[in-house]
Structures are given as C-alpha cells and as structure tokens.
C-alpha cells in the first residue's frame, strides 16, 4: 500500500515502471488501472519533473502523513489515491 504516498503521482510511476519492462508478474500493482483525472499536473512536465515531484511527494507524504491515501494536488485540491490493480 505504499504506492499511496506518492498521491496523484502514482499514475505517472506506474506508468514509468511499466515503460521500462516491468509487469504485473514482477509488481501485481501493474495493471491497466488508471485516474486520468490528474492527467493535466503532468501537463508540460517533462519525464524528469514528474519524477522529481513523485519522489518529493513521496518523500514528503511518508514522513508526515504516514501512508494516509489523501493527499493534495500541486494547486491544493485534496486528491484520494486508490489503486484498483493494488487494492
């Protein structure tokens, strides 16, 4: 359930972790299950932004938030990451 900490940026990870070859036989939480409603803060970003700021959240949610699945969005809308490949 740690994938959680990475709030609305999980999409973004799972989705690199599948593009670089990893599947559902390596990590069951690879599924096709998206939330393309967060689609747009990854709007502009390059590969590296958006791991930069998946890892700062990520960082930054485990340590203070203690793997709660609500996090916010950059522009502070409160986000519910919820997996349905990992739940």
């Known amino acids: 359930m740690f994938y959680r900490n990475f ?3 999980w999409w ?3 989705s690199e ?3 670089n070859g990893f599947d ?3 990590l069951s939480i690879l599924g096709d299950y998206t939330d393309e409603s967060v689609d747009y803060i990854y ?3 390059s590969t590296k ?4 700021e998946a890892f700062e959240h990520q960082w ?3 340590f ?3 793997n709660n699945n609500t996090s916010f969005t950059p522009d502070g809308e409160v986000y519910q990451v919820l997996d349905q490949d990992a739940e």
């Open 7 to 9: 709030g609305p940026w």
């Open 24 to 26: 559902k036989e390596q």
């Open 64 to 66: 203070h938030k203690y």
């Open 43 to 45: 709007s502009g970003l």
């Open 49 to 52: 932004q958006k791991d930069d």
């Open 17 to 19: 972790l599948k593009r």
């Open 60 to 62: 930054n949610h485990t």
């Open 12 to 14: 973004h990870v799972k």
